[in-house]
């Protein structure tokens, strides 16, 4: 008796966790935690020492700004609203060198951004873009850069450990790897 109890306390639970999470099919959500975004594979390779250069990353009304770490190849990200319109607007990306005033790089491209699905009848919008010295700001990511910063990550990972700041105020930065800005090859 109490066996049945508890399988039927444990449907009741998954029924409400599928029904809170918006999904409708039985089978778990693949893409829950979607997000809208726009992301630049910035390939870094002849621009020499970027030390304290930051980057801007602006579309539809928004801005990303932060440092580059000289990573070889840095995934930057800009984070939209949801609702964001997915119709063909401009992405400009500016790096400038730490202690200038204009920017060494300022290109814009037009794109439409593309709906990634969660898998539950929602989703998001976004695009996966590059920038190459040779080729600038392309509105997909060339498979050679995406191959490249695939290998500059596993290289990462199986790295060595770095101790991590003892700073409290400081924190490591975290990309996900993801090919797009949300996940789908956008070639």
């Known amino acids: 008796m109490r066996r049945l109890t508890r399988l039927r306390v444990l449907m009741g639970v998954s029924a409400l966790l599928a029904g809170v999470s918006g999904c409708s099919s039985p089978g778990v959500c693949a893409g829950v935690g979607v997000v809208s975004q726009v992301g630049v594979f910035f390939v870094e390779e002849g621009y020499g020492d970027l030390a304290g250069a930051s980057y801007e990353l602006c579309t539809r009304g928004e801005c990303a700004r932060g440092e580059l770490t000289q990573e070889g190849i840095s995934n930057l990200h800009l984070p939209l609203p949801d609702d964001v319109d997915p119709d063909t607007a401009p992405v400009r990306f500016k790096v400038t060198r730490e202690g200038a005033t204009t920017p060494f790089i300022d290109e814009s491209v037009e794109v439409r951004l593309l709906h990634q699905s ?70």
């Open 118 to 187: 969660d898998g539950c009848g929602g989703g998001g919008y976004s695009r996966g873009l590059a920038y190459t010295k040779e080729d600038g700001l392309m509105k997909s990511t060339p498979d050679a850069v995406f191959a490249a910063w695939i290998k500059q990550h596993e290289e990462q990972a199986t790295a060595l450990p770095t101790a991590l700041p003892t700073d409290a105020t400081t924190t490591p930065s975290v990309r996900p790897p993801d090919r797009t800005a949300a996940g789908t090859p956008t070639g």
